[in-house]
């Protein structure tokens, strides 16, 4: 027998095929119903392939400041403070996996429940997931304008980590894997079992392509939520 083909070399073999975990790092506005889409795709994916999504901090209303915008999308983005810089404070103080849930738990209410986007509207998403509901406070005390606090600077480091290496010419959702960063997917609505995974495939595909830059086309529905 030779060696090739002994049971210990199966064995060996067999170990180094086993695949490891995809890690997949997602930034997000809680204001933005695309980056919410995309969200519940991935969180869709967990589930039929090995891939683990962390949970990032970017703000609209940063990406979007001193830009000559017109008076409701700037009215628009002063509704988005609240709701990032409380995500900031529930990663510093309760860490990653509790800024999931409560992503979750806020979006819900945005998108879902077209909840208002204020500080009871955040506190209520706070209370639900088990957090400090003087974080809404917290997160409602600086104004656009005010001098740069603790937590404006987290925001912006944050936001900067996950927009940095795409640029400024996208919004949300942005997805850093395998060492690429990607702006989208957008998709509407988010696919379920394995035709999520099959469009994650494909995704990851495309980011292994260093020149890969852009493809698009005009959406013709809004987000569906379902």
């Avoid at 400090?132 to 104004?143: N, V």
């Avoid at 690429?180 to 099959?198: C, H, N, R, T, Y």
């Amino acid at each position: 027998m030779s060696e090739a083909n002994t049971p210990d070399a199966n064995v060996s073999g067999a170990n180094t095929a086993k695949e490891s975990t995809t890690e997949v790092d997602f930034w997000f506005d809680p204001l933005c119903p695309w980056a919410w889409m995309t969200s519940r795709w991935m969180l869709e994916v967990e589930k039929v392939r090995d891939v683990h999504t962390t949970f990032h901090v970017m703000s609209l209303s940063v990406l979007n400041d001193g830009r000559d915008l017109p008076e409701e999308y700037r009215e628009h983005m002063a509704k988005g403070w609240v709701g990032v810089r409380a995500a900031i404070l529930v990663e510093q103080q309760y860490g990653a996996e509790k800024l999931r849930e409560f992503y979750t738990a806020l979006g819900t209410r945005y998108h879902l429940g077209q909840e208002p986007k204020t500080v009871d509207t955040v506190r209520a998403a706070l209370a639900e997931v088990g957090c400090d509901e003087s974080i809404a406070e917290a997160a409602d005390a600086w104004k656009p304008g005010d001098e740069a606090d603790d937590v404006d600077r987290a925001l912006r480091t944050s936001h900067h980590e996950g927009m940095d290496p795409v640029g400024d010419e996208v919004g949300t959702p942005v997805i850093h894997v395998n060492g690429m960063a990607l702006f989208g997917p957008v998709i509407s609505p988010a696919p379920k079992g394995e035709q999520a995974g099959d469009l994650f495939d494909g995704f990851v595909k495309v980011t292994a392509y260093p020149g890969f830059f852009e493809l698009k086309r005009t959406r013709t529905v809004g987000p569906i939520f379902d």
